[in-house]
């Protein structure tokens, strides 16, 4: 079965700074993909960056990159130059198998990410 | 904008009530979920519809009910809840067969059962 973990609960971030948060994950497939939502107050999972776990080069979307380190098994999210936007809700997450398409996601705990001014 | 559509944004109704949510999609999907999302926690997986046929159930009571009648919508009938089960209701839709799996969430359905 595979899990998630995400050991921060809550982050604070000063504006325009950089800010890490981290995930690792257990599973025994070697076929397996990645995920990073984001989750504002109103409640709509928002996907922000994904990586398979054959893929060579670690992920970029915009100030979103995913710091992959299969031997460790893990996943980090950096975002770059934070924004007051981006105080929300994080959640790392992963399916078994990258081209399964229709199995479900299983996620961690979360955490709240706080962009402070 | 979401391109998967929930409504109603928040139902009320008390524990004799019947009542449905509603999900929509139209991005070409063949696969369709329901998670059930308590506060502060994950969501957590209910049912899991592809190609209009249900394929995954997570053991979820029988007074959730869920319905695909067509490729674009998903359903969610309640009946006899608890006040236990308020929570956000979120759906979502995938390819199947799709390059990496990424599930499209609606921005949820948020159920207060008195």
């Known amino acids: 079965a595979q899990k998630i973990t995400q050991t921060q609960p809550g982050m604070f971030v000063q504006e325009k700074e950089a800010v890490t948060l981290d995930c690792t994950y257990d599973?025994?497939?070697?076929?397996?993909?990645l995920f990073w939502y984001k989750q504002p107050s109103s409640g709509e999972m928002i996907f922000l960056i994904y990586?398979?776990?054959?893929?060579?080069q670690n992920a970029t979307e915009g100030r979103y990159s995913l710091n992959f380190q299969k031997a460790r098994k893990s996943a980090n999210l950096v975002i770059s130059a934070s924004q007051l936007g981006d105080s929300a809700m994080y959640f790392c997450?992963?399916?078994?198998?990258?081209?399964?398409?229709?199995?479900?996601?299983?996620f961690g705990k979360g955490t709240r990410l706080s962009v402070i001014a | 904008d979401t391109e998967v559509t929930q409504t109603p944004k928040h139902l009320v109704m008390g524990m004799t009530n019947k009542k449905s949510l509603k999900c929509e999609q139209h991005?070409?999907?063949?696969?369709m979920y329901w998670y059930k999302q308590k506060a502060k926690k994950p969501p957590e997986l209910m049912f899991v519809?592809?190609?209009?046929?249900?394929?995954i159930n997570e053991s979820v009571p029988s007074r959730f009910s869920p319905e695909c009648p067509n490729s674009s919508l998903l359903n969610l009938h309640l009946h006899a809840l608890q006040p236990e089960d308020s929570a956000l209701y979120l759906c979502?839709?995938?390819?199947?067969?799709?390059?990496?799996?990424?599930?499209?969430f609606g921005e949820g359905s948020r159920l207060t059962v008195l």
């Open positions: 979502a839709s995938s390819q199947v067969g799709g390059n990496t799996g990424e599930l499209f």
């Open positions: 599973t025994s497939d070697p076929s397996y993909g």
């Open positions: 990586q398979g776990s054959y893929d060579q």
């Open positions: 997450a992963m399916t078994p198998g990258h081209l399964s398409g229709n199995t479900p996601l299983v």
């Open positions: 991005m070409g999907h063949r696969a």
């Open positions: 519809y592809s190609y209009e046929k249900l394929s």
